[in-house]
């Protein structure tokens, strides 16, 4: 039992260049997020998905795509990196139900771009 | 609309000293409540939460919290830190959805244990 997976672990890219952030969960949970991390400011929401089949926009969503390609999988796309979005990525899942509203996180993903 | 704020950014004390890292929340409904942690160079984990019944939550590693309605807060408190109680600490505010929750972070609190 995996938890939640992410890859890669990090990342370099120039500014201007795209690239997928993948995540993977295998706890069945119906809800999947994608915040990021930077200095002082905690975790912020770019988007999630409530349900297979559905995404929404959270705090921070600009310069960011996602997809939720299945129940296990939710990537995150940047489709022309900036400065600026050199952070720590993080994915999450969870379910209101049995797992009382807790969020489980993967490992993260450090992006730098340049 | 929630909010969640850390009163202290850097909280350094002496091993085996008592800690107290303040949480002080805004929220127009009631409300779930979590503290995170996060060890160097890795995710978060959970420490504790709080959904109802009792207001002193205990949680992994010896920490407890309480939730003070009155005063909206959910301070974390251990009676007698260890050097590998050094991470940086979060509590969130949790929003329900259809389906799942929506989580709001506080900026953090680091916690550094000194020998």
């Known amino acids: 039992n995996a938890g939640v997976t992410q890859t890669p672990k990090f990342q370099v890219l120039k500014t201007g260049q795209s690239m997928t952030l993948q995540c993977a969960q295998d706890m069945n949970h119906n809800s999947m997020y994608w915040y990021r991390q930077d200095p002082g400011m905690g975790l912020r929401l770019i988007y999630y998905s409530a349900s297979e089949g559905t995404t929404d926009k959270g705090e921070v969503p600009n310069g960011y795509n996602v997809s939720r390609l299945n129940k296990r999988e939710f990537s995150l796309r940047l489709e022309s990196a900036a400065p600026s979005q050199t952070s720590v990525y993080f994915c999450a899942s969870g379910d209101r139900g049995t797992s009382s509203y807790e969020q489980y996180f993967g490992p993260g993903t450090r992006l730098t771009v340049t | 609309a929630q909010s969640v704020t850390q009163l202290d950014s850097q909280v350094p004390v002496f091993e085996e000293a008592p800690v107290e890292l303040r949480c002080n929340y805004s929220s127009s409904v009631s409300v779930y409540l979590f503290w995170y942690v996060q060890y160097p160079n890795q995710g978060l984990q959970l420490l504790l939460k709080?959904?109802?019944?009792?207001?002193l939550v205990k949680g992994i590693n010896g920490f407890e919290a309480e939730f003070n309605k009155s005063q909206t807060s959910f301070h974390l408190r251990k009676p007698s830190v260890h050097i590998s109680d050094t991470a940086e600490y979060f509590c969130?505010?949790?929003?329900?959805?259809?389906?799942?929750?929506?989580?709001?972070f506080g900026e953090g609190t680091q916690l550094t244990v000194n020998p």
């Open positions: 709080y959904l109802s019944g009792s207001t």
């Open positions: 969130a505010v949790s929003r329900l959805l259809t389906s799942g929750s929506r989580l709001t």
